[in-house]
Structure formats: C-alpha cells, structure tokens
C-alpha cells in the first residue's frame, strides 16, 4: 500500500469511527501527518485524493474540511465508469437506469409526501402547457423531466439509490434531449407516461408505479436505440 493509500484509508478509517464527522475541520497538517505516520507530501497527496473522492473539502487559507459525506456526492466519481463501461452500447447505461427508477417508483408510492406530489403536478402542469406549444421549450421540457424524476427518487428515502441513480440518468440526457428536439411526439408521449406515474403515486400503488416507471423508460429505450452518433452537434445545430 503506497503512502497516499495509508492516508486515505486512515482518513476513511477516522470518519467511520467517529473521530470526524461531517463538517468538522481536520487538524493543521503538522500534527494529522504525524498522527498517520507520513510525511506532509504524501498527506497532501492522499488529501487530493480524498477532495476528489468528495469526503475533503480543502479550503486555501481556512484548512481542510470533512464535507457533508452526502451519498450523490461521494457516488459522482462513479459517473466516470458509467462514462467508460457506456462507451460501446448506451443500452446498458439505459437498462439498469430502469432497473433503479422503477425500484424508486416502487419505494416512493408509500413514502412521498403530498407536498411532493403536488411540487410533481405542478411540473407536469407547465410540461403540459410547454408541449401544447407550436415551437416549445424542449430544454424547459427537459428540467422539468429531471427534476420530476429526482423528486421520485429522493422519496424513495435512499440516498443511495439517489445518487446511483443521479451517476446513470445523467448519463442519459443528451440522448433524451435528442429525442425531443428530432422525434416527432416524443414531448406529447413523455408527458403522458409521466401523468400515467403520477396518478399512480397519487393512488399509493407500488406496483401500478413501478409498472408505470417501468413502460416510460422502456419507450425512451427504444427511441434511443437509433441515436446518431452526431447527436451533439445535432443538438447544438437545433439550438442555434
């Protein structure tokens, strides 16, 4: 084990024992170098390692800091394998996508509260006056889309199956973008699967929610099946 690794565990080590705790300042570096064994170097190393890991926040001039330790956050640097492993086929990006929100829908029918469901009609309002339009907003249309998901999902009361499902569906928003700029309907039909979720939350049915989330991912999927592989500057050309 290299140095850095001693560092990081060390840190790692500290925090699940309750030495740190989320926000806490972590000692000057003189006395933390000490207390792990290393040398200031390689404490600065396994300290840059942990700020990209999301567990520091390094402050020039104020110290280092144990961040939030939220789980979206410490999960993002998996969005990089998400990147790597969705490189030949975005199929497998899209297929445990579902898996995950279907799993939430599931979850969040018993859970959500009603203010979250009418934050979730409230969007769906505006999505519905948007694809009525002659010349929408398809990126209006498509923060609406994600944030009516994330609503879903932070009400399935797992940060992290949150944030898993923060690293993959991000990963899928260039291609649901392209679909609502050049597939003709993609709106309308999009806004009706998510209605169609909706009541089922609203009904406090699991299994219809699930089944719901699950035949609206299923569609996406099949839209995206034929995405170009010049969908950005597709996308940049339709914004322009």
Same mark, same amino acid.
């Given at each position: ?72 956050? +410490? ?29 939430? @829908? ?10 979250? +469901? ?9 999505? @519905? ?31 992290? +199956? ?37 009541? @089922? ?25 034929? +995405? ?13």
């Amino acid at each position: 084990m290299s140095r850095t690794d001693e560092v990081v565990n060390g840190i790692k080590r500290m925090i699940l024992e309750g030495q740190f705790r989320p926000g806490d300042r972590l000692p000057i570096e003189k006395d933390l170098a000490e207390q792990l064994g290393v040398s200031r170097g390689s404490l600065r190393e396994g300290m840059s390692a942990l700020s990209i890991l999301g567990i520091v926040n390094i402050r020039q001039g104020d110290g280092t800091y144990v961040t939030n330790l939220d789980a979206p956050q +410490l999960l993002a640097p998996m969005g990089f394998v998400v990147d790597f492993q969705g490189q030949g086929d975005p199929r497998h990006i899209h297929t445990v996508r579902r898996l995950l929100e279907c799993e939430a @829908a599931c979850l969040a029918a018993t859970r959500i509260t009603d203010e979250a +469901l009418a934050q979730a009609g409230d969007l769906l309002d505006e999505a @519905a006056r948007l694809v009525g339009q002659s010349s929408p907003d398809h990126e209006r249309i498509m923060e609406i889309d994600i944030a009516f998901h994330r609503i879903i999902a932070v009400h399935a009361e797992n940060p992290v +199956l949150v944030g898993l499902i923060e690293a993959f569906a991000g990963r899928t928003i260039r291609g649901r973008l392209w679909r609502s700029l050049h597939e003709e309907g993609a709106d309308l039909r999009t806004h009706d699967e998510h209605v169609a979720i909706l009541k @089922a939350l609203v009904a406090r049915d699991p299994e219809r929610a699930r089944t719901r989330m699950a035949n609206h991912l299923i569609g996406v999927e099949e839209s995206l099946q034929g +995405l170009p592989d010049d969908a950005d500057a597709s996308i940049e050309a339709a914004r322009s």
